[in-house]
């Protein structure tokens, strides 16, 4: 158990909804992190948010938003759903942004993920 | 920004036999992590390599980071059962963003 926790586990709905998906970090956590993971396929960076501020994006559509909450949980927001969009969507957090003992960048902590089923 | 290619992209092996997956880029890499995803779960962090030339070992899994910082090993010796999934690396930079390798799936055959 990584203390990442992420609901739904599973959610199925139709193409042209939205859905909001939700991760509470590990305790202690500033930084979390979304991931989209389609069927056999790698993790597709999504976004990043730090204390509340979004501080990175990678690959995320425009139809898809994100935000951390003062409480540090997050929520990913996807709208207008397409059957490609069908995938697990992981949320990961991490103690914090910047140096480790100027090692870089802290380790990832991994939810459960959602499976997210467009029909 | 940063692209890591990793192969390959699976790999079959007995039981007892060893295992390398590979990462490289194209540029020099502050660090790079190695997570690894058993079927049906999340990825978990294995281990960060940041020196250059860096080896690390868990017990049979050996970690290394190239000279130049642009390459990086995982082997498994005598690879088990247990050992199934498919390791991802991973280069994260200060900044917040994230990019992870196509993963190597393992399958060992008992």
């Known amino acids: 158990d990584s203390g990442v926790t992420q609901t739904p586990k599973h959610l199925i709905t139709a193409t042209g909804q939205r859905v909001t998906l939700r991760c509470s970090p590990r305790?202690?956590?500033?930084?979390v992190y979304w991931y989209q993971q389609s069927l056999d396929q790698g993790l597709q960076f999504l976004i990043q948010?730090?204390?509340?501020?979004?501080?990175a994006k990678g690959n995320i559509l425009e139809r898809f938003s994100a935000q951390q909450f003062p409480d540090l949980h997050s929520e990913l927001n996807l709208s207008s759903l397409e059957l490609g969009d069908s995938a697990l969507y992981f949320c990961?957090?991490?103690?914090?942004?910047?140096?480790?003992?100027?090692?870089?960048?802290?380790?990832?902590?991994f939810g459960p993920g959602t499976r997210l089923t467009v029909t | 920004g940063q692209q890591v290619m990793q192969i390959p992209q699976y790999q079959h092996v007995q039981e007892g036999e060893d295992f390398t997956t590979y990462c490289n880029s194209s540029t020099t890499l502050s660090n790079i992590q190695w997570y690894k995803q058993r079927p049906g779960g999340h990825p978990v962090f294995l281990i960060q390599?940041?020196?250059?030339?860096e080896v690390k070992k868990q017990k049979r899994l050996t970690f290394q980071f190239g000279e130049a910082k642009k390459n990086s090993s995982l082997h498994i010796t005598a690879t088990q059962t247990t050992d199934v999934g498919t390791y991802f690396c991973a280069i994260n930079t200060n900044a917040g963003k994230s990019t992870f390798g196509d993963g190597t799936t393992l399958t060992v055959k008992p």
């Open positions: 390599l940041v020196k250059s030339g």
């Open positions: 305790s202690g956590d500033l930084s």
């Open positions: 948010y730090y204390n509340g501020e979004e501080r």
């Open positions: 990961a957090s991490s103690v914090a942004l910047g140096q480790r003992g100027g090692s870089g960048v802290y380790e990832q902590y």
